[in-house]
């Protein structure tokens, strides 16, 4: 049981947008501690694909956004792609843990 | 370039004990805090262990604490993992990942290295 929960999965065709919820706790999200999310290909090291919220790493499309609001954050993905089918994760700082926290992670299907 | 490469990780038997690294480059390692992630199969991320830049401070997740120790040696730029007392439930990859100056975000990440525990 993962601190953070995010959707299992979900899906869309190409073209489409996509939305991944993350929703945590008062000692992390709630706390004021930023959200960041990361994209895991199979084989390959995980990517961070935004940080602080809402902030891309130089190199990642602004198909890619994210938001927080509260105890909970959100990433939107624009315009799917095929190679967009990947494992997506939010993570945040736990103050009550004195670490980092995950989500359980969410499958994209591009259809 | 920013690299980080994980080694060591292999085969051991429950209750035994396994030194994993993670060589860094492309960075003034010193400067950087840094941890171990892990992904057990088919599950999620899970973050295991922090240490500062200084090697001053360690943290650890309770499911690990008091068997493994994170340590560092700024001279060969290179973090390590003692993992002691395996358990199957260890079985995993496990990821070296850097803390981005200022931040909270883990901007860099190695590509990992399996640990099976199993007799």
């Known amino acids: 049981q993962s601190v953070l929960t995010q959707p299992p999965s979900v899906s869309g065709a190409p073209g489409q947008r996509v939305t991944i919820s993350c929703s945590g706790g008062s000692s992390n999200i709630g706390a004021g501690y930023d959200v960041h999310w990361y994209q895991l290909l199979p084989g390959t090291a995980p990517k961070l694909l935004i940080y602080d919220n809402t902030n891309r790493p130089s190199g990642v499309p602004d198909r890619f956004s994210g938001s927080k609001s509260g105890t909970s954050a959100s990433l939107a993905i624009t315009w799917l792609q095929a190679d967009d089918e990947a494992d997506y994760y939010c993570q945040a700082y736990d103050r009550s843990l004195s670490g980092w926290v995950f989500g359980g992670g969410t499958k994209l299907t591009v259809l | 370039e920013v690299q980080l490469v994980e080694s060591g990780g292999g085969l051991v038997a429950p209750g035994g004990s396994l030194r994993i690294s993670c060589a860094a480059s492309g960075f003034i390692f010193s400067r950087y805090e840094m941890n171990w992630v892990r992904q057990a199969p088919g599950k999620g991320l899970e973050w295991i262990s922090y240490i500062s830049s200084s090697g001053s401070t360690e943290y650890y997740a309770d499911s690990v604490k008091g068997r493994f120790t994170i340590s560092r040696d700024s001279a060969r730029n290179s973090l390590s993992l003692q993992m002691n007392t395996l358990r199957a439930e260890d079985t995993a990859v496990y990821y070296c990942?850097?803390?981005?100056?200022?931040?909270?975000?883990?901007?860099?990440w190695g590509q990992g290295t399996l640990v099976t525990v199993s007799s």
């Open positions: 990942a850097r803390v981005k100056s200022g931040g909270l975000d883990f901007d860099y």
